[in-house]
């Protein structure tokens, strides 16, 4: 149960003014009784974690956090510290006490979770105490609220359920870098205006990366190649560059090691893909010889530039570093074969752009379940280009 690291889980707190009770449903929740509780105000005076598998979802570390609005010098601290935990939360819990609620608190709160991006659910606890008058006053201030009680094991439940649901909804929408850089964070874009950039526009990958940076707080600067190293040096502090494959060893030499650097494709094989398994996928061309059978699979029958690359530029790149006479089959549009995938040794996909990442983890998990190797374009591309290692390091830092 305790082999996911903690980065990698999901970590949800618990939020709330003072005495409304975060730490009894922490420990409600948890089914132990870590977090004190009594009834003086500010009995939590550090955060309390507990690593768990919360099932169906998978693991996760609940927090429980000391009470908003204390008073006195050492509540303020103490409120500092709680804060701090709003950094490391991906899904909130906010605890009102029903029978003294304080909307004015929980507004404050809700900007702050609406700043850093943070999805949250109101929980109205002590409805034990209150009557239906007070209850549907409540509702109508906020209608998306769930009424619990730490005395009505049936309410816990509930809550569970909802949280469960809301949970893999958010997994099926992973940010594309929201997870990655801090809020209020750097990133400089470098999109290389050449012949074969489209007129007037930019592409929609680097659209979809600008849109979740602002949706996340990050600061994004998009740049030419030819003024990234003007770029670098008027910021004071950059926390990753993204480049096109194309340019990514020019880029590379004026990026200094310091700092993270990786490429679009990169991104994308991690946001709409699974980046160990296809590193996996990259470690299985080493073992590949004339009696491997690799499918090319690409989504779309129209996009000849592609048709260029996963026809003929990855096949003759893969034999060329093999010295191998290796077979492929492909596949071009939606007919992703469900079944036989076993016959295949390595599956090397397309960028996937016009799927959804719940598409692509699908065909993941069909390969994973017959115990084919899986990798995409972009990975086979950076591989063979020697400029993986370089983009991946930043993925390997953060453990994701
Ligand atoms: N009646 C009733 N009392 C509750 C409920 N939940 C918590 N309490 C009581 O409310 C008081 C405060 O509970 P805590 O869990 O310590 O509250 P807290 O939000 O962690 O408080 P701080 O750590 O001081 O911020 C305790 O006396 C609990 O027994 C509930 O659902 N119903
Ligand atoms: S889904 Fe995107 S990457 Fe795949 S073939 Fe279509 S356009 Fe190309
Ligand atoms: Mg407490």
């Avoid at 949970?167 to 012949?195: C, R, W």
């Avoid at 602002?214 to 560059?241: N, P, Q």
């Avoid at 994973?368 to 993986?388: F, K, Q």
Wanted: glycine residues 6%; charged residues 25%; aromatic residues 6%.
């Amino acid at each position: 149960m305790n082999t996911t690291p903690n980065a990698n889980r999901l970590h949800i707190s618990i939020f709330g003014k003072t005495n409304a009770g975060k730490s009894s449903l922490f420990n409600t929740i948890i089914g132990q009784d870590l977090s004190i509780v009594s009834s003086v105000k500010g009995t939590t005076t550090d955060p309390v974690s507990k690593a768990m598998e919360f099932l169906p979802f998978g693991p996760v570390v609940w927090l429980d956090t000391a009470g908003l609005k204390d008073t006195g010098e050492l509540g303020k601290l103490r409120m500092e510290k709680t804060l701090q935990i709003v950094n490391r939360t991906d899904f909130a819990l906010y605890i009102i006490d029903s029978s003294n609620p304080d909307l004015d608190e929980y507004k404050k709160m809700a900007l702050t979770f609406k700043k850093h991006n943070i999805p949250h659910m109101v929980v109205c606890n002590k409805k034990d105490l209150i009557n239906d008058t007070q209850r549907e006053s409540l509702i109508k201030s906020i209608p998306n609220s769930v009424f619990v009680s730490v005395k009505d094991s049936n309410s816990i439940l509930m809550l569970k359920d909802l949280l469960l649901e809301k949970l893999q909804k958010q997994e099926e929408e992973k940010p594309i870098l929201g997870d990655l850089i801090p809020y209020g964070g750097n990133v400089i874009l470098v999109v290389p205006i050449d012949s074969e950039a489209p007129k007037g526009r930019i592409i929609l990958p680097q659209v979809q990366v600008i849109r979740d940076c602002l949706d996340h707080g990050i600061k994004t600067y998009v740049v030419r190649d030819t003024e990234l190293e003007d770029a670098l040096h008027e910021l004071s502090k950059v926390d990753l560059v993204i480049t096109d494959s194309q340019a990514f060893k020019e880029v590379s030499k004026i990026v200094p090691v310091s700092i993270p650097l990786t490429s679009f494709s990169i991104l994308f094989a991690r946001y709409k893909g699974d980046l160990n398994v296809f590193l996996d996928g990259i470690s299985a061309i080493e073992h590949l010889d004339e009696h491997s059978k690799i499918l090319i699979s690409e989504s779309c029958t129209h996009n000849h530039s592609h048709e260029d690359i996963g026809r003929v530029k990855i096949p003759r790149m893969l034999r060329n570093h093999t010295g191998k006479d290796l077979k492929f089959d492909f596949k071009m549009g939606h007919d992703f074969p469900s079944e036989d995938l076993s016959k295949y040794d390595l599956i090397i996909h397309c960028g996937s752009c016009m799927l959804t990442p719940k598409t692509m983890k699908t065909r993941i998990s069909l390969c994973e379940e017959s115990g084919t190797n899986i990798t995409n374009y972009g990975m086979v591309l950076a591989y063979s280009t020697g400029i993986l290692p370089r983009s991946i390091e930043i993925f390997l830092k953060e453990g994701l």
